[in-house]
């Protein structure tokens, strides 16, 4: 069988390979909501990991330390290859403001991978907030649990971002192709319906 080529998604319908960016942040949630899909996360640290993956999560934590870590370690450039040639992402949080395509309050370097523009601790530095719940069409019922903690405010969005649910008339969650992303972490619930959403859209199913 031969070999993928370097940041080659291999996709199977039925089992998706998914990495978890591990450099900062809320990473060990991510991997035991995959875990209780049935799906063994790869801890993504350095550039080879990502050989043979369909989807990334990159997950909550703080946006400018995490944005450090991969330019120290050299990712930043793989993961934009990385989404080039068909892998999936998924950003919670601060990895929501790594994609966006402008940062402000105050601005920074991204990544640009989704069109939207972002502000950072939006709703003011809070501390973990559980902020009850909003409707999500694309997943059905019930609504979405919210939580957040000093949760992005999405200022914008491109004309082909589609807003799957909203926060206070803001967008929340949102999906650009084989880009997703939220402002508040669905890992700190025991609802796993964007996960395996994420799982889908890896696959190539959604």
């Given at each position: 069988?031969?070999?993928?080529?370097?940041?080659?998604?291999?996709?199977?319908?039925?089992?998706?390979?998914?990495?978890?960016?591990?450099?900062?942040?809320?990473?060990?949630?991510h991997?035991?909501?995959?875990?209780?899909?049935?799906?063994?996360?790869?801890?993504?640290?350095?550039?080879?990991?990502?050989?043979?993956?369909?989807?990334?999560?990159?997950?909550?934590?703080?946006?400018?330390?995490?944005?450090?870590?991969?330019?120290?370690?050299?990712?930043?450039?793989?993961?934009?290859?990385?989404?080039?040639?068909?892998g999936?992402?998924?950003?919670?949080?601060?990895?929501?403001?790594?994609?966006?395509?402008?940062?402000?309050?105050?601005?920074?370097?991204?990544?640009?991978?989704?069109?939207?523009?972002?502000?950072?601790?939006?709703?003011?530095?809070?501390?973990?907030?559980?902020l009850?719940?909003?409707?999500?069409?694309?997943?059905?019922?019930?609504?979405?649990?919210?939580?957040?903690?000093?949760?992005?405010?999405?200022?914008?969005?491109?004309?082909?971002?589609?807003?799957?649910?909203?926060?206070?008339?803001?967008?929340?969650?949102v999906?650009?192709?084989?880009?997703?992303?939220?402002?508040?972490?669905?890992?700190l619930?025991?609802?796993?319906?964007?996960h395996?959403?994420?799982?889908?859209?890896?696959?190539?199913?959604?």
């Amino acid at each position: 069988m031969t070999e993928p080529t370097r940041f080659e998604p291999v996709r199977s319908p039925s089992s998706p390979r998914i990495g978890v960016l591990a450099l900062q942040g809320s990473f060990a949630l991510h991997t035991a909501v995959l875990q209780r899909l049935g799906i063994e996360a790869v801890e993504v640290r350095r550039t080879p990991a990502l050989d043979g993956l369909d989807g990334l999560i990159i997950p909550g934590g703080e946006s400018s330390t995490m944005l450090k870590f991969l330019l120290e370690e050299d990712l930043f450039e793989p993961l934009r290859t990385f989404h080039q040639r068909g892998g999936a992402l998924y950003g919670t949080c601060a990895g929501t403001i790594l994609l966006a395509r402008a940062v402000q309050n105050p601005a920074q370097q991204s990544l640009a991978l989704l069109d939207i523009e972002i502000q950072r601790n939006g709703y003011g530095r809070q501390l973990e907030s559980h902020l009850g719940a909003t409707p999500c069409p694309e997943l059905g019922e019930p609504d979405l649990p919210l939580v957040m903690i000093r949760a992005p405010i999405i200022s914008a969005t491109g004309a082909d971002v589609h807003v799957l649910a909203k926060w206070r008339g803001q967008p929340a969650f949102v999906r650009e192709g084989r880009v997703l992303a939220t402002t508040f972490h669905p890992e700190l619930t025991t609802d796993t319906r964007i996960h395996a959403y994420f799982l889908e859209v890896a696959a190539c199913i959604r």
